[in-house]
């Protein structure tokens, strides 16, 4: 069945580096691909989304590429923020709009 | 524009009780999805609602069972509970159920301890 792996955290990183979460996935059709994020406390929040190969999907300095060779759809973001501390959820939607999310990568972002 | 809201925040049930937890879509949607998100884990797929009917389900026993009504609001009922059960529980709101790639919205959640 589908499924998707991300790494596991927690990741802690000082104020102004660089942020790789590394996302794979298995699927049988043509997924859908997003990153969510979840603040303490809150719910999901969509923060970026790729609905084809190929396609990078890209919001508040973040991206993240839909590589279907490598099965992969890893997020990236230049400089990190200490308002950036979440915990991020990659996560596939199947034909049907059924979503299968990965186990969350906590980010801490230290001043 | 209201968002995905739902109802109760919290809930503390005791073993072999029921509950019912609700949910209202964001505004223009017309398809519902909850999903059970443990302690430090994902969100899991209980099942999805579109025209009232449930359309996909995820691997949950009968004990969850689930309602939409023709305001597009949903229900989702746990019978039996069990210590496993307590988690956050999330809905999720999108447009046109059966096409693939639109983003769901979700709700706060509302919390579930079992005791």
């Known amino acids: 069945g589908d499924s998707v792996t991300q790494m596991e955290g927690p990741v802690t990183l000082s104020e102004e580096a660089f942020l790789t979460i590394n996302c794979t996935y298995t699927a049988t059709g043509y997924p859908s691909l997003f990153w969510y994020v979840q603040y303490p406390g809150e719910g999901l929040q969509l923060l970026l989304k790729a609905t084809k190969a190929d396609d990078k999907g890209s919001n508040k300095g973040f991206e993240a590429t839909y590589r279907k060779e490598t099965t992969s759809f890893h997020l990236e973001k230049g400089s990190v923020q200490v308002s950036d501390s979440a915990v991020y959820f990659c996560a596939l939607s199947d034909n049907f709009n059924k979503f299968y999310f990965g186990s969350g990568t906590k980010l801490n972002v230290k001043p | 524009d209201a968002g995905v809201t739902q109802s109760p925040t919290h809930l503390i049930k005791t073993r072999g009780q029921q509950v019912t937890l609700r949910c209202s879509p964001k505004?223009?949607?017309?398809?519902v999805s909850w999903y059970q998100q443990a302690l430090g884990q994902g969100p899991q797929f209980i099942f999805q609602y579109y025209e009232e009917e449930e359309r996909q389900r995820g691997n949950f026993p009968d004990r969850f069972s689930g309602h939409q009504f023709p305001n597009y609001s949903s229900e989702l009922n746990v019978n039996a509970l069990l210590l496993g059960d307590s988690a956050l529980y999330l809905c999720?709101?999108?447009?046109?159920?059966?096409?693939?790639?639109?983003?769901?919205?979700f709700g706060p959640g509302t919390r579930l301890t079992v005791l």
């Open positions: 505004s223009g949607h017309d398809t």
């Open positions: 999720a709101s999108s447009l046109v159920g059966w096409q693939g790639g639109h983003e769901q919205f």
